[in-house]
């Protein structure tokens, strides 16, 4: 199953879960809702909550994890890919997490503009765990990649406990 994300921040998020998030948040949309993200707004750090388990067992469907847009990325680092929207297939996702195989040429930066009159694609390569699979995406369709610093602490605990009762 592929993984997508769904802003970790919402108004329904009951209050002890904001305060955990504070630091770490992206402005309130609800869980679940369909949008199209705009990684320009965003904070430094954000958090988003896994949907999927592709990346199991490294982290897990309903865990919240946490990005830093300014994060240097090398290769096996964990990132979040936001698609520009209009090349998201209905019913796709817009952001993934995948680890990092090989991450845009030195010097190019996302979002970024190709020439019609090219013919050079760059892209970057990345893969998911479960089951084991490469995936390509092309950089210019690409809105972000930013650098999965972890996970929250107790959203896996609370994970753990909701699977257990």
Do not use: W
């Not at 020439?115 to 690409?142: C, G, I, K, M, Y």
């Not at 107790?154 to 753990?160: G, I, K, L, T």
């Amino acid at each position: 199953m592929p993984n997508t994300l769904v802003p970790a921040a919402a108004p329904g998020l009951p209050v002890d879960r904001r305060r955990e998030l504070a630091a770490c948040h992206t402005p309130g949309v609800a869980p679940g809702l369909s949008l199209e993200l705009d990684p320009e707004s965003f904070p430094d750090r954000y958090g988003m909550i896994l949907e999927g388990s592709c990346i199991e067992p490294e982290f897990h469907d309903g865990q919240t994890l946490v990005f830093d847009k300014r994060a240097p990325i090398a290769p096996g680092d964990f990132v979040i890919l936001i698609a520009r929207p209009e090349i998201v297939p209905p019913g796709c996702p817009q952001a993934m997490v995948k680890r990092l195989v090989m991450g845009p040429p030195s010097g190019l930066s996302i979002p970024c503009e190709m020439s019609p009159e090219s013919d050079v694609v760059f892209a970057v390569l990345a893969e998911q765990l479960n089951p084991p699979r490469s995936v390509t995406f092309r950089v210019d369709h690409l809105l972000a990649l930013h650098k999965c610093v972890g996970a929250l602490a107790s959203s896996a605990a609370r994970r753990r406990k909701s699977k257990t009762a």
